[in-house]
Protein backbone atom coordinates (compact mmCIF):
# COMPACT_ATOMS: atom_id res chain seq x y z
CA UNK A 1 0.00 0.00 0.00
CA UNK A 2 1.34 3.55 -1.00
CA UNK A 3 2.09 5.71 2.08
CA UNK A 4 0.10 8.19 0.94
CA UNK A 5 1.48 11.41 3.52
CA UNK A 6 4.71 10.59 2.45
CA UNK A 7 4.42 10.66 -1.08
CA UNK A 8 2.66 14.37 -0.71
CA UNK A 9 5.64 15.34 1.16
CA UNK A 10 8.19 14.19 -2.09
CA UNK A 11 5.92 15.77 -4.32
CA UNK A 12 5.61 18.78 -2.23
CA UNK A 13 9.85 19.60 -2.08
CA UNK A 14 9.89 18.56 -5.49
CA UNK A 15 7.69 21.67 -6.54
CA UNK A 16 9.73 23.62 -4.12
CA UNK A 17 12.91 22.23 -5.67
CA UNK A 18 11.58 23.26 -9.28
CA UNK A 19 10.30 26.46 -7.89
CA UNK A 20 13.53 27.54 -6.45
CA UNK A 21 16.26 26.40 -9.46
CA UNK A 22 13.56 28.15 -11.62
CA UNK A 23 13.93 31.45 -9.50
CA UNK A 24 17.60 31.49 -8.86
CA UNK A 25 17.91 31.04 -13.46
CA UNK A 26 15.36 34.30 -13.38
CA UNK A 27 17.14 36.37 -11.08
CA UNK A 28 20.65 34.63 -11.60
CA UNK A 29 23.13 37.87 -12.99
CA UNK A 30 25.40 37.88 -15.87
CA UNK A 31 29.57 38.25 -14.59
CA UNK A 32 29.51 41.47 -15.80
CA UNK A 33 26.76 42.98 -14.03
CA UNK A 34 27.95 41.24 -10.76
CA UNK A 35 31.55 42.34 -11.00
CA UNK A 36 33.65 45.52 -12.55
CA UNK A 37 35.87 44.34 -15.50
CA UNK A 38 39.06 44.77 -13.47
CA UNK A 39 37.58 41.76 -11.73
CA UNK A 40 36.65 39.19 -14.88
CA UNK A 41 38.92 36.49 -15.17
CA UNK A 42 40.20 35.80 -18.51
CA UNK A 43 38.22 33.18 -19.77
CA UNK A 44 35.39 35.52 -18.76
CA UNK A 45 36.75 38.11 -20.84
CA UNK A 46 36.97 35.86 -23.98
CA UNK A 47 33.28 34.58 -23.71
CA UNK A 48 32.35 38.49 -23.59
CA UNK A 49 34.05 39.08 -27.22
CA UNK A 50 32.58 35.45 -28.83
CA UNK A 51 29.50 34.55 -27.34
CA UNK A 52 27.41 37.18 -25.70
CA UNK A 53 24.94 40.03 -26.52
CA UNK A 54 27.99 42.43 -27.84
CA UNK A 55 29.11 39.76 -30.18
CA UNK A 56 27.85 37.35 -32.23
CA UNK A 57 29.72 33.64 -33.49
CA UNK A 58 29.01 33.03 -37.23
CA UNK A 59 29.67 30.09 -39.41
CA UNK A 60 31.19 30.62 -42.89
CA UNK A 61 32.86 28.70 -45.37
CA UNK A 62 36.73 29.02 -46.10
CA UNK A 63 36.77 29.15 -49.67
CA UNK A 64 34.63 32.80 -49.12
CA UNK A 65 37.66 33.88 -46.42
CA UNK A 66 40.47 33.12 -48.65
CA UNK A 67 41.44 29.37 -47.04
CA UNK A 68 43.64 28.61 -50.63
CA UNK A 69 45.42 31.97 -49.42
CA UNK A 70 48.30 32.95 -47.51
CA UNK A 71 47.77 35.68 -44.47
CA UNK A 72 49.31 37.73 -42.41
CA UNK A 73 47.76 39.28 -39.44
CA UNK A 74 48.04 40.69 -36.08
CA UNK A 75 45.43 39.34 -33.16
CA UNK A 76 45.45 39.20 -29.80
CA UNK A 77 41.74 39.00 -29.04
CA UNK A 78 41.00 35.49 -31.27
CA UNK A 79 38.70 33.77 -29.17
CA UNK A 80 40.55 30.39 -28.03
CA UNK A 81 37.76 28.58 -30.10
CA UNK A 82 38.88 29.60 -33.55
CA UNK A 83 40.61 26.68 -34.41
CA UNK A 84 39.30 23.41 -35.50
CA UNK A 85 41.65 21.65 -32.73
CA UNK A 86 41.60 22.77 -28.75
CA UNK A 87 44.00 25.09 -27.71
CA UNK A 88 44.93 28.93 -28.88
CA UNK A 89 47.11 27.83 -32.12
CA UNK A 90 45.25 30.47 -34.02
CA UNK A 91 45.45 33.08 -31.24
CA UNK A 92 48.80 32.95 -30.87
CA UNK A 93 50.00 32.67 -34.74
CA UNK A 94 48.12 35.79 -35.38
CA UNK A 95 49.17 37.50 -32.11
CA UNK A 96 52.55 36.66 -32.91
CA UNK A 97 52.08 37.49 -37.28
CA UNK A 98 52.49 33.47 -37.99
CA UNK A 99 51.45 33.41 -41.77
CA UNK A 100 47.72 31.92 -41.47
CA UNK A 101 45.89 30.78 -44.67
CA UNK A 102 45.31 26.53 -44.74
CA UNK A 103 47.65 26.04 -42.40
CA UNK A 104 45.11 27.50 -40.06
CA UNK A 105 43.65 24.08 -39.91
CA UNK A 106 40.72 25.44 -42.28
CA UNK A 107 39.90 23.81 -45.81
CA UNK A 108 38.23 25.64 -48.26
CA UNK A 109 35.32 23.35 -47.73
CA UNK A 110 34.96 23.84 -44.00
CA UNK A 111 32.77 25.84 -41.51
CA UNK A 112 35.26 28.85 -40.08
CA UNK A 113 33.84 30.45 -37.00
CA UNK A 114 33.81 34.11 -37.35
CA UNK A 115 32.67 36.66 -34.61
CA UNK A 116 30.88 39.86 -35.36
CA UNK A 117 31.26 42.50 -32.42
CA UNK A 118 29.52 45.66 -31.27
CA UNK A 119 33.15 46.99 -31.25
CA UNK A 120 32.27 50.48 -30.21
CA UNK A 121 30.44 49.50 -27.09
CA UNK A 122 32.17 49.96 -23.74
CA UNK A 123 31.32 46.20 -22.37
CA UNK A 124 33.56 45.12 -25.55
CA UNK A 125 36.31 47.38 -25.12
CA UNK A 126 36.27 46.39 -21.21
CA UNK A 127 36.79 42.69 -22.25
CA UNK A 128 39.41 43.82 -25.02
CA UNK A 129 41.12 46.19 -22.32
CA UNK A 130 41.31 42.96 -19.99
CA UNK A 131 42.26 40.16 -22.32
CA UNK A 132 45.09 42.68 -23.18
CA UNK A 133 45.89 43.53 -19.10
CA UNK A 134 46.40 39.31 -18.43
CA UNK A 135 49.51 40.05 -20.79
CA UNK A 136 50.44 43.52 -20.58
CA UNK A 137 50.31 45.09 -17.18
CA UNK A 138 49.23 48.24 -16.50
CA UNK A 139 46.92 50.32 -13.94
CA UNK A 140 42.91 49.86 -13.63
CA UNK A 141 42.46 53.42 -13.52
CA UNK A 142 44.05 54.09 -16.85
CA UNK A 143 41.96 51.10 -18.19
CA UNK A 144 38.64 52.57 -16.81
CA UNK A 145 39.76 55.78 -18.81
CA UNK A 146 40.48 54.29 -21.77
CA UNK A 147 37.58 51.93 -21.98
CA UNK A 148 34.74 54.36 -21.20
CA UNK A 149 35.91 56.95 -23.57
CA UNK A 150 32.70 57.50 -26.05
CA UNK A 151 32.78 56.78 -29.71
CA UNK A 152 32.04 58.59 -32.33
CA UNK A 153 30.51 56.12 -34.28
CA UNK A 154 29.04 52.40 -34.33
CA UNK A 155 31.66 50.39 -34.53
CA UNK A 156 31.21 46.60 -36.00
CA UNK A 157 34.45 44.55 -35.93
CA UNK A 158 34.97 41.20 -37.20
CA UNK A 159 37.34 38.57 -36.93
CA UNK A 160 38.49 35.03 -38.18
CA UNK A 161 41.13 32.73 -38.00
CA UNK A 162 41.41 33.36 -41.82
CA UNK A 163 40.92 37.09 -43.10
CA UNK A 164 42.50 36.91 -46.54
CA UNK A 165 38.75 38.18 -48.31
CA UNK A 166 38.75 41.06 -45.58
CA UNK A 167 42.15 42.40 -46.88
CA UNK A 168 40.22 42.48 -50.58
CA UNK A 169 37.64 44.61 -49.95
CA UNK A 170 37.02 48.21 -49.94
CA UNK A 171 34.67 51.33 -48.61
CA UNK A 172 33.49 50.94 -52.14
CA UNK A 173 33.11 47.21 -52.23
CA UNK A 174 30.43 47.41 -49.10
CA UNK A 175 29.21 50.37 -49.24
CA UNK A 176 25.91 50.14 -51.44
CA UNK A 177 24.82 46.73 -49.31
CA UNK A 178 26.62 47.16 -45.82
CA UNK A 179 24.30 48.55 -43.17
CA UNK A 180 22.88 48.73 -39.64
CA UNK A 181 19.30 48.23 -39.61
CA UNK A 182 16.49 48.12 -36.90
CA UNK A 183 14.61 44.80 -37.23
CA UNK A 184 11.49 46.78 -35.84
CA UNK A 185 11.42 49.39 -38.05
CA UNK A 186 12.79 48.77 -41.27
CA UNK A 187 12.98 52.65 -42.13
CA UNK A 188 15.90 52.86 -39.86
CA UNK A 189 18.92 51.92 -41.62
CA UNK A 190 22.28 53.67 -41.20
CA UNK A 191 25.27 53.75 -43.97
CA UNK A 192 28.53 52.47 -43.93
CA UNK A 193 30.72 55.17 -42.92
CA UNK A 194 34.36 53.55 -43.55
CA UNK A 195 35.66 50.64 -43.71
CA UNK A 196 39.32 49.75 -42.55
CA UNK A 197 40.48 46.15 -43.77
CA UNK A 198 42.53 44.01 -41.21
CA UNK A 199 45.77 44.76 -43.00
CA UNK A 200 45.61 48.47 -41.91
CA UNK A 201 45.25 47.24 -38.35
CA UNK A 202 47.36 46.33 -35.50
CA UNK A 203 44.20 44.43 -33.97
CA UNK A 204 44.02 42.70 -37.59
CA UNK A 205 39.68 43.10 -36.79
CA UNK A 206 38.09 44.21 -40.06
CA UNK A 207 36.26 47.52 -38.69
CA UNK A 208 33.04 48.82 -40.33
CA UNK A 209 31.95 52.06 -38.78
CA UNK A 210 28.38 53.91 -38.89
CA UNK A 211 27.07 57.64 -38.17
CA UNK A 212 25.49 57.14 -34.30
CA UNK A 213 22.95 59.93 -35.93
CA UNK A 214 19.73 59.56 -38.30
CA UNK A 215 18.00 62.76 -38.77
CA UNK A 216 20.15 64.65 -36.27
CA UNK A 217 18.74 61.69 -33.14
CA UNK A 218 20.22 58.55 -32.26
CA UNK A 219 20.25 55.97 -35.02
CA UNK A 220 18.79 53.45 -32.24
CA UNK A 221 17.42 52.88 -29.27
CA UNK A 222 15.66 50.47 -26.96
CA UNK A 223 12.42 50.84 -28.99
CA UNK A 224 13.82 48.87 -31.56
CA UNK A 225 14.49 46.13 -29.54
CA UNK A 226 17.06 44.51 -32.36
CA UNK A 227 19.28 45.64 -34.36
CA UNK A 228 20.67 43.73 -37.91
CA UNK A 229 24.01 44.40 -39.12
CA UNK A 230 24.50 43.28 -43.33
CA UNK A 231 27.71 43.52 -45.10
CA UNK A 232 27.83 42.10 -48.47
CA UNK A 233 30.68 43.23 -50.73
CA UNK A 234 32.93 40.48 -53.15
CA UNK A 235 32.19 37.12 -52.11
CA UNK A 236 31.08 38.10 -48.32
CA UNK A 237 27.51 38.10 -47.07
CA UNK A 238 27.17 38.87 -43.26
CA UNK A 239 24.40 38.72 -41.23
CA UNK A 240 24.39 38.83 -37.34
CA UNK A 241 21.39 40.59 -35.15
CA UNK A 242 21.95 42.24 -31.65
CA UNK A 243 19.08 42.42 -29.14
CA UNK A 244 19.53 46.20 -27.40
CA UNK A 245 17.79 44.70 -24.79
CA UNK A 246 20.57 42.76 -23.01
CA UNK A 247 23.15 45.57 -24.47
CA UNK A 248 23.12 48.32 -21.34
CA UNK A 249 24.65 49.40 -18.22
CA UNK A 250 22.68 50.57 -15.79
CA UNK A 251 19.71 50.22 -17.46
CA UNK A 252 20.99 52.72 -20.59
CA UNK A 253 22.01 51.30 -23.85
CA UNK A 254 25.79 50.39 -24.64
CA UNK A 255 26.30 50.34 -28.20
Do not use: C
Request: proline share 7%; hydrophobic share 35%; no cysteine.
Amino acid sequence: MVNQPHQSKQVTWLVVSLLFAATLTVFSKDFWEERPFTQWTEQEAMNLISNSPWARPLSVLGSILGARKTVTNRSSELPNVATREKGRSSEVAMSTGTEMGENAGFGPNDPVPVYVRWHSSVRMRQALDRLGRFRVKAPDSEAFRLSERPMEDYQIAVIAPIMGTFNDLSLEDLKPKTFLTSRKDKSKKTPLKSYTAPRNRSDGVALFSFPRLLDGKPAFGPEDQEVEFSAQGGKITLKASFKLARMTIEGRPDL
